[in-house]
């Protein structure tokens, strides 16, 4: 008998293959099939079929990879959902969601299935063990039961102790997993308790909330005791932040508060077949919390009862290449798939989903507190730097008080977004300026590694000896990065201990190990760091920060530049004084009399967001209206733009429906390629997605040669 199955493969074509095999295969099952003289692997898509060709043409299934268990239904649906909604290929969709083992046209050997152990009756007639950690493990195989991995987990040694309990008769293996979830010893607060109930009340429906706390109010306690009573109840949790290397702080507290539950941790950094294995884990239900990323959104999870997105505003949970989809919005609607509640946790919360609380899509929960009684928000004092002589782009006051929290023993952070030397070098007589020959950028001055280096391109170039244009040797680093503030610092302050985390001192996952010990073992007076420090790390006794320069984004032609700003400048704030020591926050900036630093100084987020929402709605702005861009690039900038005006030639624009441009992007070129863009918005979602899959269909039919193109749905650059 012949069976059809229609196959989705990873090409960028939006389209299924049909092929034949002798019997009927699972929905889900990974495959391989002949493919253009090639092989490739696919996924069995739809199975039983009445194909639409004929079907001497259709080819055998050559593969069955039938030792794996089939991706799940609601993976299927889910990939299906994202294609559609983010404009993008099925087949291509599917793949940019699978690890990376499972890309390939070759079989995954499973891992063995994991023995458990618990206490036989022997075992619990036994005296208990004195010492805390071999008390803890015992516990632990009182009332559940253990693989060696979460045996480990509370107790480094505890394979010894296995063993030997095993040999003595204590020990009974198992093959059913049994979570132990330790009670918290934290008391919740009133706020944070009532954020639990409300949640776990609908624990059994599709209930969005949005978790509104400042930081160090003790959201991540929220998020703990949430999950503990999903896992005990027999539930998975899914746990999404921002970046994982960054979140070692998180994944200690997950494994104090879980000790014996198993976790995943899922994310790019991981080696390929133990990121497939973690993915199976998480999708046999073995693994009870799953952590990850931006791409754990996809991962398939028998029993998802849970879904919180930490950090919910932050920017990189949407991708900006290839299917270009945003976790945070996926994770709701896998919520809504599982019947589950979703908290979007945040300090400052995107717009979006607090318009979405005001119109009561989201329940808006709050905590306004710090939850530790000694620690308070730290004091924000604005510096003007227009009146006054700054030394390498520090002010005296700064200076100072950098100097007394050095005699203080305090901790410092000195924040600037911007690494490397100088952000341009200048010829001081001609004014010549050095630009990355394929991008609209100039090239960043990085003094130690004596290089230009473009921060788009990674185009870089040896530093000139004189200028290319008159030949001066003059030449002159104009701006301040952080290469330039350690440099200035360490001249400054000689005896204390300086240090630059940025990624060009951080290159790997356990020189931040060492660093974060040497900053808690108070070896260190300053820190110099960039935005991936800002991001969720807490050094209890950092008690002033400094931020050097705050204004670039409040000239910034991009509507959420101010948005962005105002969340970085609450998290940095936010690092200060999170235990007793009152903190200090000192902002320099040329615009003290922008709104926006009132609230930053009052810590008001709320009147920021309703000052911004009303700001959007009068430039019918996102989250206002709903946008689409579509992007073109192509080597001639004449090439990119007709090729979209043409389009618009034959586009029939929908009633309610506006198009803006076509026009060059704010930063043209990048990488050798002219990049030209236009936006379709509406206040009305399917009206906007019906007019973009009319508009993409156009695109389609006319692209040629060297155009390359790609439609982003609710883009966040401009
Ligand atoms: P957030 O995630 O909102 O920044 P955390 O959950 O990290 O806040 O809490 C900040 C600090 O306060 C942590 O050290 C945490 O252990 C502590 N904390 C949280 N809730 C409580 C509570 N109810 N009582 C005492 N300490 C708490
Ligand atoms: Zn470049």
Request: hydrophobic content about 40%.
């Amino acid at each position: 008998m012949t069976i059809y199955h229609n196959i989705a493969v990873n090409r960028p074509i939006e389209q299924l293959f049909s092929y034949a095999h002798a019997s009927a295969l699972a929905v889900g099952t990974r495959v391989v099939v002949p493919f253009h003289n090639t092989q490739e692997v696919g996924i069995v898509w739809q199975s039983d079929i009445t194909p639409d060709i004929d079907i001497q043409k259709i080819l055998p299934i050559q593969t069955v990879f039938d030792k794996e268990p089939p991706l799940p239904p609601e993976w299927i649906q889910l990939i299906e959902f994202a294609a559609k909604y983010y404009h993008y290929p099925v087949g291509a969709s599917a793949f940019v969601a699978l690890p990376t083992a499972l890309r390939q046209a070759e079989p995954f050997r499973l891992p063995e299935p994991d023995a458990y152990f618990t206490l036989s009756d022997l075992g619990r007639q036994q005296a208990l063990p004195r010492y805390p950690k071999q008390l803890a493990l015992w516990n632990a195989l009182f009332s559940g039961s253990l693989n060696k991995a979460a045996a480990r987990q509370i107790h480094t040694e505890a394979h010894k102790y296995l063993q030997k309990w095993q040999e003595l008769g204590y020990l009974k293996t198992t093959d059913k997993p049994q979570h132990v979830v330790f009670q918290q010893k934290i008391n919740l607060n009133r706020e944070q308790d009532t954020a639990v109930k409300t949640v776990l009340q609908q624990q059994n429906t599709f209930a969005p909330f949005l978790l509104w706390g400042i930081t160090g109010s003790g959201k991540t306690e929220v998020y703990f005791e949430m999950m503990a009573e999903v896992i005990a109840n027999g539930g998975q949790a899914l746990f999404l932040v921002p970046e994982i290397n960054l979140t070692a702080q998180l994944l200690e507290r997950l494994k104090r508060r879980f000790p014996a539950v198993e976790t995943t941790i899922l994310h790019s950094g991981s080696a390929k077949m133990a990121r497939c294995q973690d993915y199976f884990r998480a999708m046999s239900g073995q693994a009870k919390i799953v952590v990850g990323t931006r791409l754990a959104v996809f991962t398939p999870i028998q029993n998802l009862r849970l879904i919180v997105v930490d950090e919910e505003h932050d920017h990189s949970y949407k991708q900006d290449n290839e299917l270009r989809y945003n976790a945070r919005d996926l994770a709701v609607w896998r919520a809504k798939q599982a019947n589950c509640p979703v908290i979007l946790g945040s300090a400052t919360p995107s717009l979006e989903s607090y318009q979405a609380a005001l119109n009561g899509r989201y329940t808006l929960l709050k905590l306004t507190q710090r939850a530790k009684a000694q620690a308070r928000l730290p004091e924000i004092t604005l510096i003007d730097v227009k009146r006054q002589k700054l030394d390498n782009g520090l002010s005296s006051n700064a200076l100072k008080l950098l100097e007394e929290n050095i005699k203080n023993d305090g901790l410092s952070l000195v924040y600037l977004n911007r690494r490397g030397f100088a952000p341009a070098l200048f010829c001081g007589d001609c004014g010549y300026s050095f630009s990355c020959p394929n991008c609209s950028a100039k090239m960043v001055y990085h003094k130690y590694q004596r290089h230009l280096r473009c921060h788009h391109c990674d185009h870089k170039i040896a530093v000139p000896k004189s200028c290319p244009d008159c030949g001066n040797q003059d030449l002159t680093a104009i701006g301040i990065g952080t290469q330039r503030l350690e440099e200035t610092l360490k001249k400054r302050f000689q005896s204390a201990h300086i240090l630059r985390i940025d990624s060009d001192t951080l290159s790997r996952k356990d020189d931040w190990q060492k660093i974060r010990k040497a900053i808690e073992n108070k070896e260190i007076n300053i820190i110099i760091g960039t935005q991936m420090l800002a991001k969720g790390h807490d050094f209890e006794h950092l008690n002033l920060v400094i931020v050097v320069n705050a204004d670039g984004s409040l000239y910034s032609a991009d509507m959420r530049a101010t948005e962005h700003l105002f969340a970085e400048l609450m998290q940095v704030a936010g690092r200060a004084g999170r235990a007793e020591r009152a903190g200090e926050v000192l902002i320099q900036t040329q615009l003290p009399h922008n709104p926006l630093f009132t609230h930053i100084q009052n810590h008001d987020w709320q009147s920021f967001a309703d000052d911004e929402l009303a700001r959007r709605q009068t430039f019918a702005a996102p989250p206002t209206v709903y946008t689409a861009a579509f992007r073109a690039d192509a080597v001639k900038l004449q090439d990119a733009l007709l090729f979209l005006q043409n389009a618009v030639k034959q586009f029939v624009l929908p009633e309610s429906v506006v198009l803006y441009g076509p026009a060059p992007q704010l930063m043209t070129r990048l990488s050798g390629r002219e990049r030209v863009q236009l936006f379709l918005e509406s206040k009305n979602r399917p009206v906007l997605h019906a007019a973009v899959t009319q508009f993409a269909q156009i695109l389609e039919e006319i692209q040629t040669g060297d155009i390359r193109y790609a439609i982003d749905i609710d883009p966040y650059e401009c």
